[in-house]
């Protein structure tokens, strides 16, 4: 079945330094990869997103790579700053799908 | 202009309940999903509802159900309440009729049940 996988479960970086979070997906059919972004408590938030058209896409201090040959994207952010501890989730669907499948999300720590 | 809103925030059911989720779509969305998620886990898909019709399911029993109304506004029922049941039910809205864009999600409802 569909399944997206995420890894690290858990990602403790330095400030300033780069976080990186990777995921890999099951469903061939993919074509839209968003990534959202959770405060403890909060409601989980669109972040960015790319399509499989794109390879990489950047906003900022946070990027997304996309390759679907390996089925895998990422989700790079430099310059990390304490604002950015969330946990991260990735997730997939497609068109004409109406689910989007979610990976298990990871708890980044941003110490000062 | 409202986000996605949900009520209650926070309940307490007792096993074998019966409970009601509401959900208000943002402001110019059609399209509402449903999605459960369990203390440290991603968010699980467990249906979505346009022009009032459920469109796809997730591996939900069917003691979850649910309810879309003309003004796109939702309802998510469960039966017979589990122990398990007990986790954060998050509402997200979209447009459809369109490539994918990305969720809005509401605040959630915390669920649970004794």
């Known amino acids: 079945g569909e399944n997206v996988e995420q890894h690290p479960s858990t990602l403790s970086v330095q400030e300033g330094d780069s976080a990186v979070i990777k995921c890999t997906y099951s469903d061939?059919?993919?074509n839209y990869f968003p990534w959202y972004k959770q405060e403890l408590g909060k409601r989980p938030q669109l972040i960015i997103d790319i399509r499989s058209n794109?390879?990489?896409?950047?906003?900022q201090r946070i990027a997304v790579t996309l390759n679907?040959?390996?089925?895998h994207f990422s989700l790079h952010i430099t310059?990390?700053?304490?604002?950015?501890s969330?946990?991260?989730?990735?997730?997939?669907?497609y068109t004409g799908g109406f689910k989007t499948i979610f990976g298990?999300?990871?708890?980044?720590?941003?110490?000062a | 202009d409202a986000g996605v809103t949900q009520s209650p925030t926070h309940l307490i059911k007792t096993r074998g309940q019966q409970?009601?989720?509401?959900?208000?779509?943002?402001?110019?969305?059609?399209t509402v999903s449903w999605y459960q998620q369990a203390l440290g886990q991603g968010p699980q898909f467990i249906f979505q509802y346009y022009e009032e019709e459920e469109r796809q399911r997730g591996n939900f029993p069917d003691r979850f159900s649910g309810h879309q109304f003309p003004n796109y506004s939702s309802e998510l029922n469960v039966n017979a309440l589990l122990l398990g049941d007990s986790a954060l039910y998050l509402c997200a809205s979209s447009l459809a009729g369109t490539a994918n864009y990305g969720y809005t999600f509401g605040s959630g409802t915390r669920l649970t049940v004794v």
Do not use: W
């Open chain 2, 19 to 30: 409970v009601t989720l509401r959900c208000s779509p943002k402001s110019g969305h059609d």
């Open chain 1, 79 to 84: 310059e990390t700053q304490p604002e950015d």
């Open chain 1, 54 to 59: 794109v390879g990489e896409k950047k906003d």
């Open chain 1, 86 to 93: 969330a946990v991260y989730f990735c997730a997939a669907s």
């Open chain 1, 68 to 71: 679907k040959t390996a089925k």
């Open chain 1, 104 to 111: 298990a999300g990871t708890r980044l720590f941003v110490k």
């Open chain 1, 28 to 30: 061939s059919a993919s």
